[in-house]
């Protein structure tokens, strides 16, 4: 009998624009960028892309670059909040929800242990 071969499977569009935005956070030099693949664990999203900044500036630089260079991608968030604390800023595009951790909110909710049975692949720069 013939060996089967499996096909890899390609990404989906959700999976493209998670890998997108957390470019986009390494881009303003965001730090443990994370992404969770939580589609079987959950209905409220597919993806979490997670970062920590290390000021209320860069949390701004950030969170404004994601949403920015999304929109020119064709992709609107449906909604940003936290952006007047810069403690955590969620931004939510639906099927991806961007968060912009301090490093005291990022120790203090511990998001990858809430969501450890997720898929979690840690993002590293290029460079």
Known sequence: MPK??????????SQLHARRISELMLEKKALDVTIIDVRKITTLTDFFVLC?????PQSRAITDHIHEEMKKEGMRAWHIEGFQKLDWVLVDFVNIVAH???KDARKYYEFERLWADGKITL???KK
Request: net charge positive; no cysteine; hydrophobic share 20%.
């Open 100 to 102: 912009v951790f301090s």
């Open 52 to 56: 920590t900044s290390e000021s209320q």
């Open 4 to 13: 089967q071969i499996k096909k890899k499977k390609s990404p989906s569009g």
């Open 123 to 125: 993002v590293k720069d």
